[in-house]
């Protein structure tokens, strides 16, 4: 299984950006996805995750209102919508995956549980 992340950039603050997640190399039905970001100097903190065999959703409450995370796509792109940016979302934001896994609720958020990572893509947020 491979992740391809991609989509970060410079965005003002109250901008919107919508950052990608390319997964492939897997075929089972049920899956974990997740975003998570790492600040300079700070732990990797989960952001998003998606379950597939509910198609629940859970955010960290900093988030919540403001960041979308989708399902897979039939392209096998999941997308984090992010609007109302602050400059404290600046941040590296990986995408993560666990095939032929199903989680809800925090365990969403949580990096153990997933066993594949994206490369990562810079979002900086400019007061």
């Known amino acids: 299984v491979q992740l391809q992340a991609s989509g970060g950039g410079l965005v003002q603050a109250g901008g919107s950006l919508r950052l990608s997640c390319v997964v492939s190399?897997?075929?089972?039905?049920?899956?974990?996805i997740g975003w998570f970001r790492q600040a300079p100097g700070k732990e990797r903190e989960g952001v998003s995750g998606?379950?597939?065999?509910?198609?629940?959703?859970y955010y960290t409450n900093s988030v919540k209102g403001r960041f979308a995370i989708s399902s897979l796509n039939a392209r096998n792109t999941v997308y984090l919508q992010m609007n109302s940016l602050k400059p404290e979302d600046t941040a590296v934001y990986y995408c993560?995956?666990?095939?032929?896994?199903?989680?809800?609720?925090?365990?969403?958020?949580?990096?153990?549980?997933?066993?594949?990572w994206g490369q990562g893509t810079q979002v900086t947020v400019s007061s």
């Open positions: 993560a995956f666990r095939p032929s896994r199903w989680y809800s609720g925090s365990v969403l958020l949580l990096p153990s549980s997933y066993n594949y």
């Open positions: 190399g897997f075929t089972f039905d049920d899956y974990a």
């Open positions: 998606f379950s597939s065999r509910d198609g629940s959703t």
